[in-house]
């Protein structure tokens, strides 16, 4: 004799249910563990770390006043035209290779006035520091004593991702400044 097993309805929906939630439990529980891993992995120490940057001739701190308005600290650069010296090193336990740097000025509030100078450093082993130069960069506006907005600068540093020469992840850093040709300088960095 055959027996006959019948089952409802109602609990085969619940039981596929339950699998198909499971299943989607798991797809996001995987998909967050490799979003995380990835994500930890590019918000470590950068391939290559920006240690410092220089400009030739010096620049000043200086609390500057264009009319009402005040710059408490601002970084003054009195020349029309600068050296700029940033040291990097290789963070990473490989040997880089024709690493493209680029140096992007553009004068705050007006970006049809951008200067974009690229470079490259040959080489740098592991744990290795180097300096890149960018000699006589011109200003692409002066305050002249009048406005504080004419002379204000934005410098990006940027080390851009080559693949095939061992740098994968892109290094920025960027700094402000004014340039205003009336300030006076102190003997004791004019010296410098």
Request: charged content about 15%; hydrophobic content about 40%.
């Amino acid at each position: 004799m055959s027996k006959i097993i019948t089952i409802n309805r109602k609990y085969i929906v619940m039981v596929a249910s339950v699998l198909v939630i499971c299943l989607i439990g798991f797809a996001g529980f995987s998909f967050w563990q490799n979003s995380e891993a990835s994500a930890s992995k590019n918000s470590g120490i950068p391939e290559i770390k920006m240690l410092g940057v220089t400009v030739e001739p010096a620049s000043v701190v200086k609390d500057l006043t264009y009319g009402s308005v005040t710059l408490k600290g601002a970084q003054v650069i009195t020349t029309k035209s600068f050296d700029l010296i940033a040291t990097v090193q290789n963070t990473s336990a490989k040997k880089m290779t024709n690493i493209p740097v680029e140096l992007q000025v553009t004068l705050v509030g007006d970006n049809t006035k951008k200067v974009t100078s690229p470079g490259n450093l040959p080489s740098l082993e592991p744990g290795a520091m180097a300096r890149v130069a960018f000699r006589q960069i011109n200003v692409l506006g002066d305050a002249l004593g009048k406005s504080s907005t004419n002379g204000q600068h934005l410098v990006t540093l940027r080390i851009n991702p080559n693949p095939e020469g061992g740098v994968e992840q892109a290094t920025e850093a960027s700094f402000r400044f004014n340039v205003d040709t009336t300030v006076k300088v102190p003997t004791t960095v004019q010296k410098q």
